[in-house]
């Protein structure tokens, strides 16, 4: 699709949802839809990226996935660890930064090694942002963020009179551009503890398509509903 007469968001944020229901309605287990929802992740962030979207943000697994069975949680470690090396030389190849945002706890130290490995050498890289939220909650990164605040304080690092908007952004798990638009695939239609703070003036698109179904074609179309978007932000435009 031409993207010339399309409004480009900046960051691009995805629930990615319905991997489980895909997997079930073809007679499956879940663990297939885990991995066709990884080889759509990859065809699908490289689409997006090759649109001119600078950062793109992608739930993977919640601080509350770990309620799930412990066969499915391990199988999702599984998919992630083998990944990996795939999405350190994707970055690479296409000059990602890639972050990883999410609590450390209960990932295994092969998988933490693989992810200070790759955001260590991307670090390089300046233009476009991969924010890979693992083990993540929102509510996880503001605790977080204020227990760094607060010590920070105590330690004469940070007055707390100069705290604002822009200052606390610094001491989430990474300095990352608001969301302009927030995909969640499936048809569920809420956050689930995603990007709290980052998405509090995103626009919100929730298609019904699973997300290894989500394709090309898919993301087009929410691109197409974006450009209809008017963000306001709180304002008015009194020229109209
Ligand atoms: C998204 O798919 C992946 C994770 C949350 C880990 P789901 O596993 O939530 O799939 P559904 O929602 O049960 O279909
Ligand atoms: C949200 O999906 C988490 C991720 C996609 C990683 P869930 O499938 O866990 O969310 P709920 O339980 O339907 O709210
Ligand atoms: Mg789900």
Redesign the pocket.
């Known amino acids: 699709m031409d993207y010339s007469k399309l409004k480009i968001p900046n960051h691009v944020a995805l629930i ?7 997997a ?1 309605e073809k007679g499956m287990n ?1 663990s297939a ?2 991995k066709q ?1 990884f080889l759509n992740l990859k065809k699908l962030t490289a689409y997006i990226f090759s649109k001119n979207i600078k950062c793109i943000s992608a ?4 601080t509350e ?1 770990f309620k ?1 069975s412990q066969m ?1 949680v391990s199988f ?1 470690m599984g998919l992630l660890t083998d990944q990996l090396q795939d999405i350190l030389n994707f970055c690479h190849e296409e000059k990602i930064k890639a972050v990883f945002s999410g609590r450390k706890e209960h990932l295994s130290d092969k998988v933490l090694k693989a992810i200070n490995k790759i955001e260590k050498e991307t670090e390089i890289y300046n233009d476009r942002l991969f924010n890979i939220c693992f083990n993540y909650g929102g509510h996880a990164e503001i605790i977080d963020a204020t227990k760094k605040i607060v010590k920070d304080v105590q330690n004469g690092n940070l007055d707390i009179n100069k705290l604002d908007e822009n200052m606390f952004n610094k001491y989430l798990y990474h300095e990352l551009p608001p969301v302009d638009l927030m995909i969640r695939t ?1 048809g ?1 239609q809420r956050l689930s503890n995603f990007m709290l703070w980052q998405n509090s003036y995103a626009e919100f698109y929730f298609p019904k398509t ?2 290894p179904d989500f394709d090309e074609k898919e993301f087009d179309k929410a691109i197409v509903e974006y450009t209809k978007r008017d963000r306001r932000f709180g304002g008015i435009d009194y020229e109209n």
């Open positions: 990615v949802d319905g991997n489980g229901r895909w079930t879940r839809g885990h929802g739930y993977l697994f919640s996935n799930r499915e999702i499936s569920e699973y997300f």
